[in-house]
């Protein structure tokens, strides 16, 4: 909501959701509450196909800037697709990629860490983007497009 907030009055926010169980009791109160309700774009359904989708509609680079922060598991796959979708030096944001330290924890083999294990060294041997790791939080990885 905060980036609907300072975008340009044409600008957009794409929000991807599994579920609207919270759309109608709280999303669209507190969009409306902010007077961005006219600037999110609230798309339901399973983010790698909608993100697929949005591929397959032509809309490849077209994008300013993703955020990642969904199931853990596929975010590889929403990384690949984001990347077709920013423009060059777009930027992405990955979040919850220390995920409180167990990333380097080789014990841990929950489908959450290693999801997140993987992302990270996708990216870190990506000459397609250069990066950097906000130790703030649980992680925030900081993607441009070159």
């Known amino acids: 909501m905060s980036i609907a ?13 599994i579920t609207d169980a919270y759309l109608k009791d709280y999303c669209i109160p507190a969009w409306k509450m902010a007077n961005v309700e ?22 490849s680079e077209t994008f300013d800037f993703a955020l990642i922060d969904a199931d853990k598991q596929n975010y590889s796959n929403y990384y690949e697709l984001c990347l077709k979708l ?3 030096r777009g930027i992405m944001a990955i979040d919850n990629v220390i995920w409180s330290g167990l990333v380097v924890d080789e014990t841990d083999q929950t489908s ?5 294990r ?13 990066i950097s790791l906000l130790n703030l939080g649980d992680g925030l990885t900081i993607v441009v497009k070159k």
């Open 38 to 59: 006219s600037k999110i774009d609230f798309r339901l359904g399973t983010a790698t196909q909608t993100l697929q989708n949005l591929i397959d509609n032509g809309e």
């Open 5 to 17: 907030e300072v975008l340009p009055s044409d600008g957009c926010v794409l929000a991807l959701e």
């Open 112 to 116: 959450e860490t290693v999801g997140i």
């Open 118 to 130: 993987e992302v990270n060294d996708l990216i870190a041997g990506d000459n397609r983007v250069r």
């Open 86 to 88: 920013i423009r060059p």
